[in-house]
């Protein structure tokens, strides 16, 4: 697979991932949405809304990149979480078109990115003001590994509050050769 191919893997299996995940939390009262699993960002719903707030950070410093990716261009305008638990909506009804708007961003992305691109050192300041220069295509895997990671959160807390979610694994979306 050619890299836009494996980034293109990586940008559907998020949106499949991420459209099951808020099925599936859909099915839950907000009392447990909402309830302490002891996670690092507490709840179901502060996991949710953290994967929100991570992409939404990773795609505004993306968007500064010299290619101008054209797909990220409603990050630019888009008002900056200032940390990384700070909520932005209180209800999973609001959350979810917003995670399928981020997701669509994601995926029109990827098909702009090219191997150059990849190459670049991106400057950017984090949510506490430290500067950092990082090769881009370590980056854009940090940012899909990011998502997976707390995903995988979100799918035992699922679990645990006995809804099945069935296959994560990534393998079943890599088509046959």
């Known amino acids: ?3 836009s191919e494996n980034l293109t893997l990586l940008a559907d299996y998020n949106a499949a991932m991420n459209q099951r995940m808020y099925e599936a939390a859909a099915q839950l009262p907000e009392e447990e949405l909402l309830a302490d699993r002891r996670a690092f960002f507490g709840s179901i719903l502060g996991t949710l809304n953290h994967l929100v707030v991570g992409d939404t950070l990773w795609l505004q410093r993306f968007s500064h990149h010299p290619a101008n990716f054209a797909a990220l261009a409603p990050m630019r305008d888009m008002p900056a ?3 990384l638990s700070q909520m932005q909506f209180y209800e999973l009804g ?3 078109p917003h995670r399928m708007e981020l997701d669509a961003i994601i995926n029109a992305w990827v098909r702009e990115v090219r191997e150059e691109h990849l190459a670049h050192v991106l400057e950017y300041t984090n949510t506490k003001g430290v500067v950092a220069r990082k090769r881009m295509s370590s980056l854009v895997l940090h940012f899909f590994n990011h998502q997976t990671h707390h995903r995988g959160q979100v ?3 699922l679990s645990q509050a006995g809804i099945a979610f069935g296959v994560t694994d990534l393998l079943a979306g890599i088509p046959d050769e």
């Open 1 to 3: 697979m050619s890299l």
């Open 81 to 83: 979480p200032t940390a």
């Open 94 to 96: 609001h959350w979810h």
């Open 155 to 157: 799918t035992t807390m």
